[in-house]
């Protein structure tokens, strides 16, 4: 977990800071919080990445 760009939801405005990306997702801390357009994409790519991956040797199960 890191620290991500984000907005207030209630103003539109990006925050002057980052904030950890566990917050954005909380029900209480997170509750106006977005990650930004860019933030959004990247994190994609990155889900993407770790999907496309080959498996591993011996995940092949013949039947």
Do not use: C, Q, W
Not at 36 to 47: C, D, I, L, Y
Not at 51 to 60: L, R, Y
């Amino acid at each position: 977990m890191g620290f991500v760009p984000a907005y207030d939801t209630r103003t539109g405005k990006k925050l002057p800071h980052f904030v950890p990306e566990h917050h954005i997702d909380h029900p209480v801390i997170g509750r106006f919080l977005s990650r930004t357009p860019r933030a959004k994409a990247s994190g994609r790519k990155a889900a993407e990445a770790a999907t496309n991956e080959a498996p591993a040797t011996g995940d092949d199960k013949k039947e």
